[in-house]
């Protein structure tokens, strides 16, 4: 049988054809299997929120190079319940107060922190000088400061950084950014890109707390769309104007609503994003010189979905998107594969939210974004 080449495949896979993802899965597999005989790396998750309980935790029970190995909870009730459900033995079990005892315990490689924003420097700077290995959850922490720190702390103790942006390990993500490569759309002219959806919940929640999550919509869901525009015209963005908008304040008493803001890029691309916590919209749309496609929904947990103006159905397998970003992150580790989403991609988000808040305190002015051209990419 002819073997697929990384082109072969995607095309095959637009139209349908699962069975040829399965062959080159399996392929890379065995020869993995081959040449490495590595240990799983063990991962201690610090926060056992929702994205933890419900997603992280699961997705750890599937991964092929890393397993849920200890916790970090301030809550003494999910000591046990965590530890029942999972096998967690006691001395993987920490608190935010002994936490840094974690450096003793050889179980443990990875500390994954997924705690609210504010807490995010704190903990990967503690971990670092504990020796472990670190995973930050978006958005990497509040400010451009803090994000210096926890990459600073990160090389002094020789330890790796990766940030939990998952969507760089799924199949649609890495779709689009061969499109964009390979320009198989022409020159990119034009990217829309859509992350929201509508708060009804608890308005003492820890999200519309700005202490805590160090802004709204915008270090939320944001992230998400702001990425969009970056992989989706293959370039960082060299200028940034932004409007906010609120219609229900006596909720959102602190916390942005909804921000809107527009890019331009080196080529003279364009594109516009839209974030909210009052509204959903789930969606990128990417117009090239011959063409355009999008992705509806494009960065929910999945199953995502796409179409091309050729036609062409974008459609993969459904994987859990954290357990393909945590096994991509232990395949860095384990055996120097390219680090999908590296601190400095953290950063270089944060400026950019950064910029786009300065923007609208200055009433929309345009905003110079000073990013190196690849500054922040990773690798593919």
């Known amino acids: 049988m002819k073997n697929l080449t990384r082109r072969d495949f995607n095309g095959l896979m637009i139209k349908g054809a699962g069975s040829a993802a399965l062959m080159s899965v399996t392929s890379f597999a065995c020869a993995m299997g081959a040449d490495q005989d590595k240990k799983k790396l063990g991962i201690a998750l610090v926060g056992l929120g929702s994205y933890s309980t419900y997603q992280l935790a699961p997705a750890l029970q599937d991964t092929q190079h890393c397993y849920l190995a200890g916790i970090v909870t301030g ?25 840094d005892e974690i450096a003793k315990n050889d179980a443990i490689d990875v500390v994954y922190v997924v705690l609210p924003n504010s807490m995010h420097a704190e903990f990967c700077i503690r971990a670092a000088k504990a020796g472990k290995h670190v995973i930050c959850e978006k958005p990497m922490a509040v400010s451009v400061e803090e994000c210096d720190a926890i990459i600073n702390a990160c090389k002094a103790a020789g330890v790796k950084l990766g940030m939990g942006y998952r969507l760089h390990s799924e199949p649609y993500t890495q779709q689009v950014k061969q499109f964009v490569k390979e320009k198989t759309f022409g020159d990119i002219k034009f990217v829309s ?119 062409d159905i974008i459609k993969f397998p459904h994987e859990s998107q954290q357990k393909l970003q945590m096994d991509d992150f232990a395949k860095h ?12 991609m953290g950063k270089r988000d944060m400026m950019i939210v950064e910029a786009i808040y300065a923007s609208i305190a200055k009433g929309g002015q345009k905003i110079n974004l000073d990013l190196a051209p690849g500054f922040g990419f990773g690798g593919d």
Not at 75 to 99: L, R, S, V
Not at 279 to 290: D, E, H, L, P, R
Not at 333 to 344: C, F, I, Q, R, T
């Open 193 to 311: 890109a859509e992350a929201a959806y509508r708060s009804t919940g608890n308005p003492d929640q820890w999200r519309l707390n700005r202490k805590l999550s160090g802004g709204g919509a915008l270090m939320n869901m944001g992230v998400y769309a702001v990425q969009s525009t970056i992989y989706g015209t293959g370039e960082n963005p060299i200028s940034v104007s932004a409007q906010e908008f609120s219609t229900r304040p006596e909720y959102f008493k602190d916390t942005d609503e909804t921000i809107l803001a527009q890019f331009e890029f080196p080529s003279g691309a364009v594109a516009n994003i839209s974030t909210s916590h009052n509204f959903n919209a789930n969606s990128m749309y990417v117009s090239g010189t011959n063409g355009w496609f999008q992705l509806q929904p494009a960065n929910n947990y999945g199953p995502l979905s796409g179409k091309t103006s050729n036609g």
């Open 75 to 99: 809550t003494p009730e999910k000591e046990k319940i965590w530890a029942d459900k999972y096998g967690i033995p006691k001395a993987n079990i920490y608190n935010y107060q002994n936490f």
């Open 333 to 344: 580790v384990l055996m120097g594969e390219p680090n999908k989403a590296p601190g400095e």
